[in-house]
């Protein structure tokens, strides 16, 4: 059956999205039932960061007045749609493709959604919730494990996926995106309240998120302590079998290979030029200049967020805006050019 967006236009489709936040919000005994399940198929899916990640939607994504916004900056044509994009999910971080499938929702086309097995549970209930309230619904988006015969694609992968996507999907208009992960800047002048945003930016979603600081770029002489302090609120992580096992092997391998590190209990801090690290761990490394820095990091591909100094404030790196696009590619503006 052919999708023609004039049966939902731009209204009816913003209707539906705030909605799906009262529904959200409500916390039903349903919508419980569902977090649960995502979280025993997802071990790293805990209830407590399906909820963070739900709160971010809510507050950000799914209001009306920034909705109303954000669809007057693009001057969305309620006859723009038409076309199927292909939608490429990552499963990092609890509904870390929403942003994707609000784009395209809003923008009026259809899309083919292929979701990671990582986070399958939670967007197709969402969707049915919709479908529930208006049956159009399963016209605008559908789910599917091949994306084929699609005029547009929309990807998220590692780096190594990142090519077979270029490799699939270059004939089509698209987006490709690979790993990035953020980094934070520090002065040495942070409160406490600073360093215990920085904390939440470091561990929220254990880490796994493009937008959690994996890095940390301190003055010559900075004093540890203050922030190992902050860092002990999620000392809990102990409990948690899939980061402890992941602590307790890089933990081992410092051991063995002599390397200096700091611990919170549940965190190692080890100094490393490397921007991106491993689960349980976070790099630190001394600059001499915070300008030249920054400069150096701005034009770094590889990063997504920077904090601190010159960047965003901490404790927002996990509440992107509707305008945050990843990898500062404009999405929307892409959806508007097919």
């Known amino acids: 059956m052919q999708f023609n967006n004039n049966n939902m236009n731009l209204q009816k489709r913003i209707e539906l999205l705030l909605r799906l936040q009262e529904y959200l919000l409500a916390e039903t005994e349903e919508w419980q039932i569902i977090k649960t399940k995502a979280s025993h198929h997802n071990g790293w899916f805990t209830v407590n960061f399906i909820d963070l990640a739900i709160t971010n939607i809510c507050s950000a994504f799914l209001n009306k007045q920034k909705l109303e916004l954000w669809a007057a900056h693009y001057h969305l044509d309620e006859n723009i749609g038409g076309k199927n994009v292909g939608v490429v999910m990552a499963g990092n971080i609890p509904l870390v493709g929403f942003h994707d499938f609000l784009c395209v929702f809003i923008s009026g086309h259809r899309q083919t959604i292929k979701l990671s097995s990582k986070d399958d549970i939670l967007l197709p209930h969402l969707i049915s919730k919709m479908t529930e309230w208006e049956p159009g619904i399963m016209l605008a988006v559908s789910f599917s494990a091949l994306l084929k015969g699609c005029d547009a694609y929309i990807a998220t992968g590692s780096n190594n996926s990142a090519?077979?996507?270029?490799?699939?999907?270059?004939?089509?208009?698209?987006?490709?995106r690979?790993?990035?992960?953020?980094?934070?800047?520090?002065?040495?002048?942070?409160?406490?309240?600073?360093?215990?945003?920085?904390s939440d930016d470091v561990h929220q979603y254990f880490g796994l998120g493009c937008r959690n600081i994996t890095q940390l770029f301190v003055p010559v002489g900075y004093d540890f302590v203050p922030l190992l302090k902050t860092f002990e609120k999620y000392k809990y992580f102990e409990d948690h079998h899939k980061f402890?096992?992941?602590?307790?092997?890089?933990?081992?391998?410092?051991?063995l290979n002599n390397i200096f590190y700091m611990t919170s209990g549940s965190t190692l801090l080890l100094e490393n030029d490397a921007i991106f690290?491993?689960?349980?761990?976070?790099?630190?490394?001394?600059?001499?200049?915070?300008?030249?820095?920054?400069?150096?990091?701005?034009?770094n591909d590889d990063v997504q967020c920077i904090c601190g100094f010159g960047g965003i404030p901490f404790g927002e790196?996990?509440?992107?805006?509707l305008m945050d696009y990843a990898d500062g590619v404009d999405t929307m503006q892409f959806l508007l050019t097919l």
């Open 277 to 299: 690290s491993a689960i349980s761990q976070l790099h630190y490394s001394y600059y001499h200049n915070e300008k030249e820095l920054l400069s150096v990091l701005k034009e």
């Open 317 to 321: 790196s996990q509440q992107p805006s």
């Open 178 to 198: 690979r790993n990035r992960t953020s980094v934070a800047v520090l002065t040495g002048n942070e409160t406490t309240e600073q360093l215990e945003l920085l």
């Open 163 to 176: 090519r077979y996507f270029h490799q699939y999907f270059s004939k089509y208009p698209h987006i490709i």
């Open 244 to 255: 402890k096992n992941n602590y307790d092997y890089q933990l081992s391998i410092a051991l």
